[in-house]
C-alpha cells in the first residue's frame, strides 16, 4: 500500500500533468569528488522547469521556490545551467544548511519534481519499493535508466526505429487480452533480433538494458490497444473506477519484474549456463538456481558451484528476502537495474553475504567506496563459468 507522501505526489503529479521521476546518485549528493552540486536535470525536458534553453558558451539561472514533502519543508532554489567549458546540464541547487534530501543515505531515493510554474515546484522523495513502484504504475512511466518524465500528462515515450514499430504493432494491433509475460518478452527478444544490427554479439549488460527498454515500449502499445474500451467507459461508481485502477496499476508492476527474470532467463541460456528459473521444489522459492534443482538437494555437490539469484526490479528494502531462499548457499546474489542506493545498504548487504549484480550502465550511479564490490552481469556469468568448469 502506497505511503501518504507517495499518494500525495502522485496526485500532484496527475494534477499538474508534468513531473520528473529520478533516482538520486552519489553525484547529485556530492560523494563522487566532482564538482557538481545538487540534482541533475535531463537537458532532454528542459521546457518542463526552466525559461532559458541550454545555449553552449554561458551560465544562466533562475529563482525557484521548492516545497519539500508537502509543506514539511520550503527551499529558495536555483535552477542553473551549465554551458561553459566542457560542461552541459542543468542542475537544481541551493537548499540551505542541513537540508535533508540529499546526503549519503539519500543515494537510490526517488526524486519526483512537479513543476507548478518555472518559479514554483513541488517536490517529494520515495525511499521505499512499494513507493517507488506505487508511482511509476500510476503515472505510466517507468525509470529504466536514470530518469523518466510524466509530461502534458502522458508519459514520454521514446520514438522507435520504423523496423521495432512495425514488429510491435503487429504484434498488438489484435489482442483483446493481455497475453503472458513470457509472450511479451518473446515478442521483444525477437523484434529486438531482427531489426537491431549485431544484437547478439552485444554483451549481456547491454542486451539487458536494451530488452527491459524495448519490452517496456511494447508494453506501453499493447496496454493502450487492450485498455482503451476499458478506461474510456461509463463507471457505475466510485468503487468501480478504484477497482479498475487497482487492476491496471497491478498488472504493471507484475509485468516489470517478470521481464527481468526473463531476460537474465535468455542471458544465463544463450551463455549456455544450466539453470531453473523459479524452481517449486527448492525452500524459499528462489527466482533463479544455478546449476539445477538435482545439484541443490544433493548434499555432496560442492557448495562452491551452486547459485541463487533473485531478481528484483528495486532492492532498497527487499534485499532481506533473498536470505531465507535456498538456504545452502552461503553467498546470495540479487540481480537489480535499480540505479543506485546507499553506501550504508551496500555494506549491509556484504556483512550479510549478499552480492549485487548491476548492468554496467548504472554502476555509475552507484556510490564509490564501499566494500561491496558490484558485479556487472557479463563479469557473474563469467564467475559462473569458472566455477562450473
Not at 149 to 169: K, W
Not at 254 to 269: I, K, M, P, V
Not at 354 to 364: D, E, M, N, T
Request: include cysteine; charged fraction near 30%.
Amino acid at each position: 500500500m502506497a505511503s501518504p507522501i507517495c499518494d500525495l505526489a502522485t496526485k500532484a503529479a496527475l494534477r499538474v500533468g508534468n513531473a520528473l521521476l529520478k533516482f538520486i546518485s552519489p553525484n547529485d549528493a556530492g560523494i563522487t569528488g566532482g564538482h557538481q552540486c545538487g540534482y541533475y536535470l535531463p537537458k532532454a525536458i528542459w521546457e518542463m522547469y526552466a525559461d532559458f534553453g541550454p545555449v553552449k558558451g554561458r551560465n544562466d539561472e533562475a529563482a525557484v521556490t521548492v516545497n519539500w514533502q508537502e509543506d514539511q519543508l520550503v527551499t529558495d532554489s536555483r535552477v542553473k545551467w551549465y554551458g561553459r567549458g566542457t560542461r552541459s546540464e542543468y542542475r537544481l541547487t541551493r537548499f540551505g544548511k542541513g537540508f535533508p534530501f540529499l546526503t549519503p543515505e539519500s543515494v537510490g531515493d526517488l526524486l519526483v519534481l512537479i513543476p507548478e510554474t518555472h518559479q514554483g515546484f513541488r517536490a517529494y522523495i520515495l525511499d521505499n519499493d512499494e513507493d517507488i513502484e506505487d508511482i511509476q504504475a500510476a503515472l505510466g512511466v517507468e525509470v529504466t535508466g536514470f530518469w523518466a518524465a510524466f509530461s502534458h500528462g502522458r508519459p514520454r515515450v521514446e520514438t522507435e526505429g520504423q523496423c521495432m514499430e512495425r514488429r510491435f504493432r503487429h504484434f498488438v494491433e489484435s489482442l483483446e487480452d493481455f497475453p503472458t509475460g513470457n509472450a511479451f518478452s518473446q515478442e521483444t527478444l525477437q523484434a529486438l533480433s531482427e531489426c537491431v544490427e549485431d544484437f547478439n554479439r552485444l554483451n549481456a549488460d547491454k542486451t539487458l538494458v536494451r530488452c527491459m527498454e524495448a519490452e517496456y515500449k511494447l508494453y506501453r502499445l499493447a496496454e493502450r490497444q487492450i485498455c482503451q474500451s476499458e478506461i474510456v467507459r461509463v463507471f457505475k461508481d466510485v468503487d468501480d473506477f478504484l477497482a479498475t485502477a487497482s487492476s491496471i496499476m497491478n498488472r504493471r508492476k507484475s509485468r516489470a519484474g517478470r521481464s527481468l527474470e526473463n531476460h537474465f532467463d535468455y542471458l544465463l541460456t544463450r551463455a549456455e549456463i544450466p539453470h531453473v528459473a523459479r524452481p517449486s521444489t527448492v525452500d524459499g522459492k528462489p527466482d533463479i538456481i544455478i546449476p539445477s534443482v538435482q545439484a541443490y538437494e544433493d548434499h555432496r555437490y560442492p557448495l562452491n558451484k551452486l547459485f541463487m539469484v533473485g531478481v528484483k526490479t528495486t532492492c532498497k528494502d527487499r534485499w532481506r528476502q533473498v536470505l531465507n531462499e535456498a538456504k545452502r548457499v552461503r553467498e546470495k546474489h540479487i540481480l537489480t537495474t535499480q540505479p543506485g542506493i546507499s553506501k550504508r545498504q551496500l555494506n549491509d548487504m556484504k556483512e550479510d553475504g549478499v552480492q549485487l549484480i548491476v548492468p554496467q550502465s548504472a554502476h555509475k550511479h552507484y556510490p564509490p567506496n564501499s566494500h561491496m564490490r558490484i558485479l556487472e552481469v557479463e563479469q557473474f556469468i563469467e564467475l559462473v563459468r569458472r566455477r562450473l568448469a
